[in-house]
């Protein structure tokens, strides 16, 4: 069975476990996704589902996309994601809702972090900063020499330093499914999500599961 689905980060709250015991959650509005394309490896090279989430008005995308979608009697639909899977068991225009993800079971939650602007090396790689005395007024929290040398008379690629902060793809890998509210689309996962409220995030299988519960 096809699972996967695409929602949007509403925010962080508590539920209460059996043992009276407060867990922090955050929930996502999930769905209703519909399937919007099915790739096979006959005619695609690679098999895939490829699903649609939230509704837009119909000006809001290209033709292309809204030619895209009217194969299949879709609504304009404004994020598309797609999720590789070796057996696609499912019709292109069928509805994908949260049940398909049941309480107690382990999920990856993909989305964007919060964007930071750019940062220096403190808040960034939280370096220690220079010292306070010997008449330093300006270097406190300044990365200090890179110590290249005559060798290799460089900086070597990938060193650590001052520039943008945050805005990328990032994975909460294993995390468990507190609650699913199937009449209100709502999913609860244990723990923190990337990206902000109102943020896209994609729900998928666990692929650690198996190696975490050994």
Known sequence: MFKGLIGRKVGMTQVFDDDGVARPVTVIEAGPCYVTQVKTNGSDGYSSVQIGFSEVKPKRLTQGQL???????????????????????????????????????RVDIVGTSKGRGFAGVVKRYHFGGGPKTHGQSDRWRAPGSLGAGTTPGRVWKGKRGPGRMGNERVTS????????????????????????????????????QKQKSK
């Open 67 to 105: 030619g895209h979608l009217s194969r299949n009697d879709l609504p304009p639909l404004k994020v598309l994601r797609e999720f590789r899977t070796s057996t696609p068991d499912v019709s292109e225009g069928e509805t994908v809702n949260v049940d398909v993800f049941e309480t107690g079971e």
């Open 173 to 208: 890998e294993n995390v468990s499914v507190v609650l699913v509210d199937p009449d209100r689309n709502l999913i609860a996962v244990d723990g923190s999500v990337p990206g902000p409220k109102g943020g896209v995030v994609v729900i998928k299988p666990a692929r650690k």
